[in-house]
């Protein structure tokens, strides 16, 4: 069965510091990634995608994240991160072919990031 | 326009009761999802309906839950004699269904059932 891994439990910076989430997930096949984020009090939010293409991908709030097909692994990156980043981070993952968000998504346990003003 | 609502926010229920858990999608998303998210856990997969029918329940845990969509619109996750590790909060989302693209799934805020 598929499984997607998040490295981090917990993760504390000061702001301005950069930001790396490791995420890992198991699949041979054809996947599309995402990262979703949720703000205390908040819905579930998309923050970005990949499914074909550039492995480098751009996403809202100045977010991006890398696809290494070899080391199964998207990890999400912040170059400087603000106070308004604090925030549970999900990796997910959705098998198929391309626009293949037909079916269900498969969550990492998340990673809670806490930025320090 | 607005989001993917839930009802209620809040459920305490004892253990053995019988439960039902709404979810409101998106006007014209035709796909819908039930995912569970437990303490310290990720959302994980329950039920997906494409329409009326269910695509796929293959998250089910067990014959307790069930969940219908009788219209293609609103949806009614239903528990049947709850047990305490049923405790969760219960997520719904919505997509569009548009071949050869991404639908994007948009989360509800979640119903949070405790049972005792």
């Known amino acids: 069965a598929q499984s997607v891994s998040q490295h981090n439990h917990h993760v504390i910076l000061s702001e301005a510091a950069s930001l790396e989430l490791g995420c890992n997930y198991s699949?041979?096949?054809?996947?599309?990634l995402f990262w979703y984020v949720q703000y205390p009090g908040q819905h579930l939010q998309l923050l970005l995608k990949?499914?074909?293409?550039?492995?480098l991908v751009k996403g809202i709030k100045g977010f991006e994240a890398e696809f290494i097909k070899s080391k199964f692994s998207f990890n999400l990156r912040k170059p400087s991160v603000q106070w308004s980043d604090t925030a549970e981070y999900f990796c997910?993952?959705?098998?198929?072919?391309?626009?293949?968000?037909?079916?269900?998504?498969?969550f990492g346990k998340g990673t809670k990031l806490s930025v320090k003003p | 326009g607005a989001g993917v609502s839930q009802t209620p926010s809040n459920k305490v229920t004892e253990k053995g009761k019988y439960v039902e858990l709404r979810c409101d999608p998106i006007?014209?998303?035709?796909?819908l999802y039930w995912y569970r998210q437990s303490l310290g856990q990720g959302p994980e997969f329950l039920i997906y309906?494409?329409?009326?029918?269910?695509?796929?329940d293959s998250g089910l845990p067990n014959d307790r839950f069930f969940a219908v969509r009788p219209e293609g619109s609103v949806s009614t996750l239903k528990i049947q004699r709850t047990e305490r590790g049923d405790s969760a909060v219960y997520l719904c989302?919505?997509?569009?269904?548009?071949?050869?693209?991404?639908?994007?799934?948009?989360f509800g805020p979640g119903t949070r059932l405790t049972v005792l």
């Open positions: 997910a993952v959705n098998v198929g072919s391309y626009g293949g968000s037909q079916g269900n998504l498969i």
């Open positions: 006007s014209g998303h035709t796909a």
């Open positions: 990949y499914f074909s293409g550039d492995p």
């Open positions: 989302a919505s997509s569009l269904h548009r071949t050869e693209t991404y639908n994007e799934q948009f």
């Open positions: 699949y041979g096949g054809t996947v599309n």
């Open positions: 309906f494409q329409g009326t029918g269910a695509a796929d």
